[in-house]
């Protein structure tokens, strides 16, 4: 049967979470994406704390943000929005994130697969009236959608050097 | 009519997140200690952000704990604990605060005033099994019941530098 593990650096890629990286680490070897999926939902729900938490998202650009450390999978992930964004509602998304942030003390967090900027930054001023402990907890949900992506692709990507099979 | 404010060094007495102390300072000066109360509240559960509860939290001793910067308030509000402690109970609530810490990542806040050292120990064997973001929450409404005890208790000492009367 063939079962998949990544290292802590691989893990780090789809989760800034230090604990997160650890523990699936540990949990590891998976028999299947869904195995996989189903320890990630738990680690980061139950075992990560809230430090984690902030930690993993700590790790994230903001949406639209144009630093260089901006990780290829990043602007993949925010590439619908892109490519609906005007300079107008760039610029609106920029000052409501900032605003975000001041309120929040971390950064505004979407699972931007597929979204446009219209509906990030309808969300984002929504979102913004929220208390700060539920905004987090909708921020950690997001966080696991994205997390959700990424591992998939760490899956699809091949057969890592990890990779074991036994019968 | 008679009005109250205080400082940031005095809020700060009451609660660690400089947050906090710097949006009482804003909202005051507040006619009487009902006023003063429903400020904080609003304050701490909508503005102070997660960071600043985590900062709130790390300024408290762990129950039990002896170092020489705990608070006269601390030990004041800890003395119905320590005074149903015996040594076996005390090492079991030491221990059981290392456990609590290593989980959550930070201290296991509970309003001790007036409460057994049974009664604590049993509390946080029970909140233990929480998920991290049910026991922040859990923990910012402890904090809130320790910030009105001592907002009562600044209110209480007399008439403070600030306090001004107009009529």
């Known amino acids: 049967m063939a079962t998949f593990s990544w290292t802590e650096e691989e893990i780090l890629r789809c989760c ?52 260089p450390s901006v990780s290829q999978w990043s602007k993949e992930e925010q590439s619908a ?20 942030r001041e309120k929040f003390g971390f950064v505004f967090l979407i699972c931007a697969s597929g979204r446009s900027t219209p509906e990030i930054l309808s969300e984002l001023k929504k979102r913004y009236s929220n208390r700060p402990i539920a905004e987090l907890e909708i921020a950690a949900q997001e966080q696991m959608k994205i997390i959700e992506l990424r591992l998939a692709r760490l899956f699809n990507s091949g057969v890592g050097p990890n990779t074991s099979t036994t019968t």
Do not use: C
């Open 16 to 67: 800034g979470s230090k604990r997160f990286a650890k523990e699936m680490v540990s949990a590891s070897p998976f028999t299947d994406l869904d195995h996989t999926l189903r320890s990630a939902r738990d680690i980061w729900f139950n075992k990560v704390d809230v430090a984690g938490w902030l930690e993993a998202f700590a790790a994230h650009p903001a949406i639209g943000g144009t630093s």
């Open 81 to 100: 929005a892109m490519a609906t964004a005007t300079d107008f509602t760039l610029q609106e998304l920029v000052e409501w994130n900032v605003r975000y």
